[in-house]
């Protein structure tokens, strides 16, 4: 199993560009979910689906936009990049729709920096 | 809301000695509380979860639900405990994990 990849592992973008960061797991879960990591933040959660078709918001989604049309694939976009959006993103997945509950399986992350 | 504090952003301690990594929550319900850490150049882990109540690398941490405290504690630290901690929580019903500030853990030989 490669458990949860993610892609790009590094991006540099312009403000204003749009782009979308990969995430996809084997481990047929329910729950995905981003996060981003800031240093002096910690964590904090974007966006999280609870399965195909489902998706809610989190601590900080604006700016973001997810889909979550099969189990495997949880991309996120991001509509017009800004400076403030310069972090490492985080993918994780977890068994169940109550998935907050178990263990979060993580991706590698993705580094974003926005010029 | 469910809030946690991590109060300190940097700890260290010297190898042999007992470290302890505090975390505090804000949530009046029955939370479920983790601690994750991530080693340098690897994932995020899981390092253990209060419900199951059993010591990892010879990491306990015990929920008080009197000081709403989780805090993460290992008698003798090793250079290899060198890394980010996380402490998490999710409440029941909620489908959120929020996680806490982290504390960067020194182990100096």
């Known amino acids: 199993n490669a458990g949860v990849t993610q892609t790009p592992k590094f991006q540099v973008l312009k403000t204003g560009q749009s782009m979308t960061l990969q995430c996809a797991q084997d481990?047929?879960?329910?729950?995905m979910s981003w996060y981003r990591q800031d240093p002096g933040m910690g964590l904090r959660l974007i966006h999280y689906?609870?399965?195909?078709?489902?998706?809610d918001q989190g601590e900080v989604p604006n700016g973001y936009n997810v889909s979550r049309s099969t189990t495997e694939d949880f991309p996120l976009r991001l509509l017009s990049a800004a400076p403030s959006q310069t972090s490492v993103y985080f993918c994780?997945?977890?068994?169940?729709?109550?998935?907050?509950?178990?263990?979060?399986?993580f991706g590698p992350g993705t580094r974003l920096t926005v010029t | 809301a469910q809030r946690v504090t991590q109060p300190e952003k940097l700890l260290s301690v010297f190898k042999g000695a007992p470290v302890e990594l505090k975390c505090n929550y804000s949530?009046?319900?029955?939370?479920?509380l983790f601690w994750y850490v991530q080693y340098s150049r690897q994932r995020l882990q899981l390092l253990l979860r209060?419900?199951s109540r059993e010591s990892i690398k010879g990491f306990t941490a015990d929920l008080n639900k009197g000081e709403t405290s989780f805090h993460l504690k290992k008698p003798f630290a090793q250079e290899e405990d060198s890394a980010m901690y996380y402490c998490?929580?999710?409440?029941?019903?909620?489908?959120?994990?929020?996680f806490g500030k982290g504390t960067k853990l020194t182990v100096n030989p």
């Open positions: 994780a997945s977890s068994y169940g729709t109550r998935g907050a509950k178990y263990e979060q399986y």
């Open positions: 481990m047929n879960h329910e729950y």
């Open positions: 689906s609870v399965g195909a078709g489902i998706t």
């Open positions: 949530y009046s319900g029955s939370p479920e």
């Open positions: 209060h419900i």
């Open positions: 998490a929580l999710t409440q029941g019903g909620s489908e959120k994990l929020v």
